[in-house]
């Protein structure tokens, strides 16, 4: 699944310092454009997989429905 998401990078110094602004808790630095774009990258599918893995432990009842949903913002 591609999502598209929002990053916003400063430059602080002799590091650029990044975050989505969408998902809160997702942000990183880095020496490089580059890698602060890599790092927010990951930092954003691991923030995203462990707020599945959380909600999935939270899923105990089976009338509990689980279905994508997609909005236009």
């Keep these: 699944m591609r999502n598209r998401f929002t990053a916003i990078i400063e430059k602080h110094d002799d590091w650029f310092v990044g975050y989505v ?6 942000n990183t630095q880095g020496k490089t454009l580059a890698e602060v774009r890599e790092n927010l990258k990951d930092a954003l599918k691991l923030i995203i997989e462990t707020n599945r893995a959380i909600a999935e432990k939270g899923i105990n009842s089976k ?11």
Excluded: A, R
């Excluded at 602004?21 to 997702?26: A, H, L, N, P, R």
């Excluded at 009338?63 to 913002?73: A, R």
């Design 21 to 26: 602004e969408e998902i809160q808790g997702v």
């Design 63 to 73: 009338d509990t429905i689980k279905e994508p949903i997609t909005v236009e913002v």
